[in-house]
């Protein structure tokens, strides 16, 4: 019988049937990080449990690590205890960690495909919604929460019911200028944050199959945000070649075996899904978000759209709570929109890839006076030392960007980087909520070269104009 | 896990749709280690006026008195009715751990985000989804009417509002067999212990590169 991609790896992984329709699901990987981990280890110990393949895990601290000088640690008490518990947990139960001093440390969606942790046809879980960045491998990659951290812990499988399946297929190529990030805001924009609830997405088309694993990671990382369980690209040579010659990844024979098996990760031609979308990638231009939800998007040509326009009154009634937290008149050029600071990084745009696009927009030019802040903030430490490597360090703070230690940072604000009230930001995130960068902060989601542009004229800009100039 | 049977109480209407867990429970108390305490910071931002920070004393702080919550009529609620996609956003489990904290037992909405529809029932709470015009018309019935409770019946699937009227609602068989006998389900899944074990047994014959050590 036919298969999609989704049932391919699924079936792989059933330990059993149970009699109410759920399936125990056996985890390949399980991705570890400070804040939702210290209840399950907590857990484990209370009832006397050791956890079942302590190989299987990785972990290391993300969310709370300052993004300046470490060297003497986290100023945050209540940050460093919860740093302290992971390297802790980590110790007592045998669990391999990429501390806060070691180079190998990053944003845990960053640190799991560099390292070769994260592998096609594998199923991934996390203690963080965004771990369906791992699907642009081929893997079955969820987020859970620490209920479920500490069940994987203890039995290395997940009670799970079969999502729907859902295909997006983006026909054609994808312009100049425009990016898996456009791809995904524009995708959420059209079918709205639930609209892929209850749904596994692959993502398909001679525009995903263009884009590098970097472009794929932004795009299955943001499929959360349109409420899927996860987001899945098949596998390809892109694919292959980014994997092959990680530090985890396997080598020699046991290389050869695993390629072989990953060829066969696609969706057969005539595989069913419940629901099917296509779009054309020529619609696809920049994204600027000017609401409180991803959903809230709109092209960076366009403008920002009125409370009459909306499709109905509740869509209508949270348009308007947004205009108003974001302070936004309706009808508003998206490019007359001034920013007050600027974040690239996050686990959608925080690996080399977007750090590169960002330093290229950049490069010999300065940030706008009306800029406090811009600054960049590698995904690991080891895209920090490639980007340094490169120089693209230098190119940041020439052109006046703070360049900082990896981790979350302003992308959820739990360390120091945060926004003030009122404060609108340029960010490469992910989540533009209420509060998210900080109480009362205006985020406006992006792409790492629309961030840039943004920072150096102080206002949106369509990056693509710059583009043509080069 | 405490066992959730059935339950009488007030109800609170949140009438917005797309709640996100930053909002349920924004991220500076995140850095918290334990389950509780989590209830006092509840909607913190909608809440107070002034900014939470963890361990605050949240009795004397200034609260603002648009905010459902903050209506003495309210008080003691123990039923949240919610727009659509409540619980958007992160995987955050201290977003049912705040909830359950501050005394909410069942939360009603048209549709839940899905990782947090599944941390409610790893805390017993129940998530219950009804039509978007049932929802409509108990938020404004609860609005019109002070003191207005709901009765829950797990077992019968049932919302009984104070008129008499009875709601059905759909629930997966396995969860609500967790929910109404308070079961840890590691401890269920570690029944079928030999089954992982051989599972691993064959995978590791198919698919070696997974069981490298990471
Ligand atoms: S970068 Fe942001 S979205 Fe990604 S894991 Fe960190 S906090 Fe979560």
New interface residues.
Partial sequence: MAKTLFDKVWD?HV??E?D???T?L?I??HLVHE??S??AF?GLRL?G?KP??P????ATPD??VPTVDRSRGIA?P??R??VE?LDANCREFGI?EFGMQDERQGIVHVVGPEQG?T?P??TVVC???H?STHGAFGAIAM??????V??VL????L?Q?KPKLMRITIDGPLPLGVTGKDMALFIIGRIG??GG??HAIEFAGEAVRALSMEGRMSLCNMAIEA?A?CGMVAVDEVTLDYVRNRP?A?KGE??D??ER?WRALYSDPDAHFDRELRFDAAEIEPQVSWGT?PEMVVPVTGRVPAPEEAANE??A??WR?ALEYMDLKPHTPITEIQVDKVFIGSCTNGRIEDLRAAAHVVRGRHVAENVRLAMAVPGSGLVKRQAEAEGLDKVFIEAGFEWREPGCSMC???NADRLEPGERCASTSN?N????QG?GGRTHLVSPAMAAAAAIAGHFVDVRNWQEEQ | MQAFTQLEGIVVPLD???V?T??II???F??????TGYGPYLFD?WRYED?GE??MDCTHRPKRKDFVLNQPRYRGASILLA???FG??????HA?WALLDYGFRCIIAP?F???FY??CF??GILPIVLPAETVRRLMEACEAQEGYRLRIDLQAQTVTTPSGEVLHFEI???RK?CLLNGL???GL??Q??D??RA??AR?KQ?????????
């Fill in positions: 792989q330990v059993r149970n109410d329709g759920s125990l056996y390949d990987r804040v939702t210290p209840q907590e009832a449990r079942w393949r190989a299987a895990a990785v969310h709370n945050d209540v940050s205890q919860q518990a391999l942790l592998l046809g594998m203690g963080d919604s771990t987020g859970i929460g620490t209920s479920e500490e069940h203890a039995t290395q499988c009670i019911k944050t639930a609830t209850g409420g369980r985890f396997p046991l290389w075996a695993a098996a939800s509740v869509q009634a949270s709570r959820l604000a739990m989540r909520f209420e509060g998210r109480m | 917005r749709a797309n996100d930053d909002a924004p991220k500076q995140l850095k918290s280690i334990k389950r931002e900014r963890p361990g727009g659509e996609n958007c956003g992160s995987s955050r489990e049912p549709s985000a899905d990782i599944n941390n790893k805390n997966d068989a396995f067999h840890d389900d590691i899944t570690l079928h212990a089954e992982i599972y691993e995978r198919e698919a070696p590169w997974l069981f490298m050590r990471a």
